[in-house]
Nanobody, 121 residues
Framework: QVQLVESGGGLVQAGGSLRLSCAAS????????MGWYRQAPGKQRELVAL???????NYANSVKGRFTISRDNAKNTVYLQMNSLKPEDTAVYYC???????????????WGQGTQVTVSP
């Protein structure tokens, strides 16, 4: 019903930048919050950044001042601009969206397939 497709991951040196994108498609009635999560090997998945439909944002303390989340509601797309990357940012990054499917009342969470971000020292 709803698909999230991520792009933009890769390998970068410490101090470098990457921009992740996530486009939602399918039978979309409305999208509430969209966000980025990450999971490093041996660790739990954690919230990186969240943006509401109205543009309000929330960031993990570890990325404040370095990462910026934004969205284009017309394109059902969320972005994560990552600057000053550190080796500890290495993880698989997952896109999440809270979506109400057309002709339904209750929204549900959907996840992308994940994109690898590797930051070398």
């Amino acid at each position: 019903q709803v698909q999230l497709v991520e792009s933009g991951g890769g390998l970068v040196q410490a101090g470098g930048s990457l921009r992740l994108s996530c486009a939602a498609s399918g039978s979309i009635g409305s999208i509430n919050a969209m966000g980025w999560y990450r999971q490093a090997p041996g660790k739990q998945r954690e919230l990186v950044a969240l943006i509401t439909s109205g543009g309000g944002t929330n960031y993990a303390n570890s990325v404040k001042g370095r990462f910026t989340i934004s969205r284009d509601n017309a394109k059902n797309t969320v972005y994560l601009q990552m600057n000053s990357l550190k080796p500890e940012d290495t993880a698989v990054y997952y896109c999440n969206a809270n979506v109400r499917v057309l002709f339904t009342m209750r929204p549900n969470d959907y996840w992308g397939q994940g994109t690898q971000v590797t930051v070398s020292p």
